[in-house]
């Protein structure tokens, strides 16, 4: 990533692989069943943490060796899933509570919690709650990278004409001038 001057983002003190928290493993088996998490147990022996590149758009991802079909079998099947890799992205390692967001949500996906649903969801807040983007520097980058990239600058009310810069991706519910439904 880089700045406005030009220059590299220095990603500081980042250690040559990322390490996973003591005890994050038996926190997730304490919470998780063998049906939501067929892979859990396994997860000890089959398990790589690597960076992925920091110009990535994910913070994180997890890969399964085999193909979807037979991981599918074997989470029905209930056996190992084989070797697993997560990837975080290295900016994660300038802010702790997103690295632990990110890596818990992560290894829901290895443990067997395919699909971001509510248990998904509500795991890994409940585990290791996201950081407020008021105090995550990350999280403010990734915004301002995405608002760079669409085309509209600002808002502008459809009823009331009041113009405002826009500062959030998603469109906002009411103009704060007349407080209308935002129409555009």
């Not at 989470?75 to 990837?87: A, D, E, H």
């Not at 997103?98 to 509510?118: F, I, K, P, R, W």
């Not at 009310?157 to 007349?178: A, F, H, Q």
Request: charged share 30%.
């Amino acid at each position: 990533m880089t700045g406005d001057s030009g220059q590299e983002e220095k990603i500081v003190n980042l250690p040559e692989k990322p390490w996973l928290p003591e005890g994050l493993i038996d926190e997730l088996k304490s919470k998780l069943t063998k049906n939501e998490a067929p892979f859990l147990k396994y997860l000890g022996k089959n398990l790589q943490l690597i960076w992925i590149d920091k110009n990535e758009s994910r913070l994180g991802m997890t890969r399964f060796e085999c193909n979807a079909n037979e991981l599918f079998r074997r989470r029905k099947l209930r056996v190992s899933c084989g070797p697993v890799t997560i990837g975080l992205n290295p900016l994660l390692n300038n802010d702790s509570e997103l690295y632990q967001h990110t890596l818990v949500h992560e290894l829901l996906h290895a443990s067997g919690l395919l699909d971001h649903g509510s248990t998904h969801a509500d795991l890994a807040k409940e585990i290791a709650p996201p950081p407020k983007l008021s105090d995550s520097t990350v999280l403010q980058e990734m915004r301002e990278r995405v608002l760079e990239k669409l085309p509209e600058r600002q808002w502008i009310c459809g009823d009331c004409g009041y113009t405002w810069e826009r500062k959030r991706v998603t469109m906002p519910s009411r103009c704060p001038k007349c407080a209308m439904p935002f129409k555009s």
